[in-house]
């Protein structure tokens, strides 16, 4: 029993815009290519235009004009879904009530009219990939939330999808089994190598699944790239913000040193001298020691203890009170004095 090879579909996004009837703009024209076996996850606030790329991809919404959607090199842009040959696994999971697991899964194959023998075989196949053999003859309204979301992507596997659509599909479950199952899609995706696309709000489910991230911004592209590029390297004010805890150092800039109100920063990035200038950095870069031992200070704000690390929030840095992470072990008490330490290599300026 296998499920046969998969296929490494590119897809690509020429021009492809959407404005509703209603005259809603959801989608600016967005070109973007997306590689075969590729993850690329859409990240971004509601109502950013997310949900519309994706069911442009999948053809159950057609782009304005002039817009083109194409699978290894055709034009599938007049397709609708049914000729497409996508998978599609959403946050509801609209799995047949009255049927059970393995009719749910076979569905799709039935209407695509595969012979009998070969349908039960690649329903066991997916089935056992997804471990949930033994659920085969139960009714999908009597299994669990994980267990039904391994249903819908058994069922949107089964067809041998070109690319793998998923819509948000781990939101409706709670925290525990949302860090398995994307643990589990995480390698799935992987062992497959089909061409995905994955929709969420949840940073740490981007960073965690995609090859690449697109986050959006109503309804444009504000950054692409791998996701360690879209944390260390935002390129502009909304990704470095939207993505994670972000502070801001904003002074004078003389002969390489960042002039705070609590200090200076050494800066490597040869940028001349500037009267005011701007400079980020995450929590993590910041290391806390003892006052005097470096040339920025603080005083402690506030002192959240997470276990395996303190949050601090230092004030009198910089404008803004500055967020620093400390080892658990460490205790502070509000009030007390801090030195800080930043590498040069760590602190991010935005391109301007
Ligand atoms: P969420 O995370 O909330 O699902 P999203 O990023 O997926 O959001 P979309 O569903 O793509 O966002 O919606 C983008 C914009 O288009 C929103 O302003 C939304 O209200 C609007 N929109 C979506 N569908 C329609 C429609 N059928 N008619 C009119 N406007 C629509």
Redesign the pocket.
Known sequence: MTLGQTVRTPVQLQGCAKT???G?R?LEPLDLEIAGGETVVFL??????????LRLVAGLEAPDPGGRVLFDGQEVTPLPIEKRQVGMVFQSYALFPNMDVAGNVGYGLRVRRLPEAERQNRVAAVLEMMAIGDLAHRRSDQLSGGQRQRVALARALAVQPRVLLLD?PLTALDAALRERLRVEIDGLLRRLGVTAIY?T?DQSEAMALGDRIVV?QQ?RVAQVGPPRDIYFRPTNRFVAEFIGTMNLLRGSLRGGWLQLPGGRLQVSDGTPDAVEIEYLCRPEAVTVTSPGATTLSGRVASALFLGDRTRLVVEGVGQQPLVAEAPGRRAFRQGEEVGLQLDAQDLIRLPT
Request: aromatic share 4%; proline share 10%.
């Open positions: 509703f009837p209603d809603t959801a971004g606030p509601s109502g950013c235009g997310k949900t519309t790329t948000e929709v709000h959006m309804g």
